[in-house]
């Protein structure tokens, strides 16, 4: 069977403008996909609401290394995530009764299996940084008032304390909290034994530290690194210019045989 020379060439174009606009549909959606990836920011805010989940948002640690949780206190309902932010240098987050507030919980409840502890987190993100932050997020099961603590040397005992929907009146508030902590005899991290932390005496100062942030919570926690992503600057598969030169020199060797 014989086609004519523009038969043959028309074919050739013809395939060659097929193959360049699946290029271009590939790119631009690998393009729209990457974006719509990075386009996610990291909520600094006290809360925020991701769909149904109310998210309250702590920072650990402040700006020129202070010792405190901004806020100490949240006022959070049942099922609403909190989330901690990690600052330098490190830090950890530890539940605890509010009579022994320096100690961890399971260490008081024995029967308490779901306490959390986040293991510690040592990170050079400042505050108000919007990647490489360090998090910890728990969920919270009721109403009841929760009460944790950093378990860093003697931060703790220097007012490194927190919780979620401490009472503002009566015997057990945020305030009576943090004065019981100041005069703890120790500061003690899961699983450390006690008279082996940091008492009221040791350095307060920051410390760089070990340690992971692998540790577990009371229902869902977990750490990770959260921040926008990034997206790559090679976005475009299947076809590239080495592709359309073959394509010329094909183009140019049909030519040829004819």
């Known amino acids: 069977m014989y086609f004519s020379r523009s038969v043959i060439v028309s074919a050739l174009m013809g ?15 690998l393009l729209a996909s990457a974006t719509s990836s990075s386009s996610g920011s990291l909520s600094t805010g ?22 405190a949780f901004f806020p100490s206190n949240v006022v959070a309902a049942a099922g609403d995530l909190v989330q901690f932010q990690f600052h330098p240098k490190n830090h950890s987050v530890v539940q605890s009764t509010f009579d022994q507030p320096c100690v961890p919980i399971q260490n008081v409840m024995a029967n308490k299996t779901d306490a959390f502890f986040s293991g510690y987190m040592p990170t ?27 378990s860093q040397a003697k931060h703790c005992q220097a007012g490194m304390v927190g919780a979620i929907n401490a ?17 703890a005899a120790e500061n003690l991290s899961p699983g450390q034994a006690p008279g082996s932390g940091s008492s009221s005496s040791s350095s307060a100062s920051p410390s760089s530290g070990t340690g992971s942030g692998s540790g577990t919570s009371g229902t869902s926690g977990s750490t990770t690194s959260v921040g926008p992503a990034q997206a790559t600057s090679n976005v475009a598969s299947g076809l590239g210019s080495q592709s359309f030169f073959g394509l010329g020199a094909a183009v140019v060797a049909a030519l040829a045989m004819l």
């Open 15 to 29: 395939f060659a403008a097929a193959q360049s606009s699946q290029m271009v549909a590939a790119s631009e959606s």
């Open 167 to 183: 009472p503002t009146t009566g015997n057990k508030t945020m305030e009576a909290f943090t004065a019981l902590a100041a005069s």
């Open 124 to 150: 050079n993100a400042s505050v108000g940084a919007t990647s490489n932050v360090l998090t910890y997020t728990i969920h919270v099961k009721d109403a009841k008032p929760i009460w944790f603590y950093c």
């Open 46 to 67: 006290s809360s925020s609401t991701s769909g149904t989940v109310n998210t309250h948002i702590v920072q650990v640690g402040g700006a020129n290394g202070s010792l």
